[in-house]
């Protein structure tokens, strides 16, 4: 059997297709997730592009950041048990396909930031515009997260 | 304030492929067809329950409902299972020659509304 199709298999896959209302519910926890996380990251973005600049950059990243962690841990279990249950569809619908690219873009995106221009956030943390770079990188996540929805609701469609 | 009303145009413009939920559009409703066969094989599966029926000259993939929908709506499992004779009205996919999406079913003795 090819790995897709072991997946496929699986007890917890054959759940969620068989099972009467798991695989909403799980639907229902992945989209909670995903609105956590694209709220809080694209809220934190928006400042640093320029918005409200009299509201501290640290302290936002304080408060808005760990929600964002913490929402993978709704997304991540919740988007492998869709996978599971049609694996081998997933695996080769072009969506699907741009959309994980897409993950570990957004994820680069976020070192990139964490470990560059954030660095120096004690210049422009309040009343003051980040560097392009730091601008550069938050419209880019902005985007990067947009089209990920996006390519999670066509999968439905491609 | 400006900056405002182009990050709020910009989110709209983007999301504009998700207000598309389930629109079904690549069937071609202009066209109802009602096909009536032996069931070859079935899945009572989320997202959409599935049927392959042998009608007249031709096999068709048959695109269901959720599960939970159909079981609320009195479509039992043992209702499309393999061998029964089912009737379907719905609508060819514009892409897949083969695949159709049911707007109903008669199965089992009933006639059960999929939307």
């Known amino acids: 059997m090819n790995p897709a199709g072991s997946i496929e298999a699986l007890a917890v896959a054959k759940a969620m297709r068989e099972n009467l209302w798991l695989y909403p519910a799980v639907e229902i926890v992945h989209i909670l997730g995903f609105v956590l996380l694209v709220g809080s990251v694209v809220m934190f973005d928006l400042r640093v592009l320029g918005l409200s600049k009299q509201v501290s950059v640290r302290a936002l990243a304080r408060h808005l950041l760990p929600w964002s962690f913490a929402a993978l841990v709704l997304i991540v279990p919740t988007g492998m048990l869709m996978f599971a249950a049609h694996a081998g569809d997933f695996i080769s619908n072009r969506a699907f396909q741009v959309k994980m690219a897409l993950l570990v873009a957004a994820g680069l995106n976020m070192v990139a930031f964490h470990t560059g221009p954030y660095q120096g956030v004690a210049s422009w943390d309040t009343r003051a515009s980040a560097p392009a770079w730091a601008r550069v990188s938050v419209a880019l996540s902005i985007a990067i997260w947009v089209a990920m929805i996006a390519c999670g609701r066509l999968l439905a469609y491609l | ?115």
């Open chain 2, 1 to 115: 304030m400006k900056a405002y009303v182009r990050a709020a145009t910009l989110f709209t413009l983007m999301s504009l492929p998700a207000l598309a939920h389930h629109g079904w559009s690549e069937y071609d409703a202009t066209k109802p067809l009602t096909v009536t066969g032996k069931v070859l094989e079935s899945g009572y599966e989320h997202p959409h329950g599935h049927i392959r029926i042998e009608a007249p000259g031709k096999t068709w993939h048959v695109v269901l409902a959720p599960p939970s929908r159909m079981e609320n709506r009195g479509l039992a499992p043992a209702a499309i299972q393999k061998g029964q004779t089912v009737t379907v009205v719905g609508y060819a996919n514009r892409e897949k020659a083969e695949e159709m999406r049911a707007e109903r079913i008669t199965a089992g003795g009933k006639t059960v509304e999929l939307r």
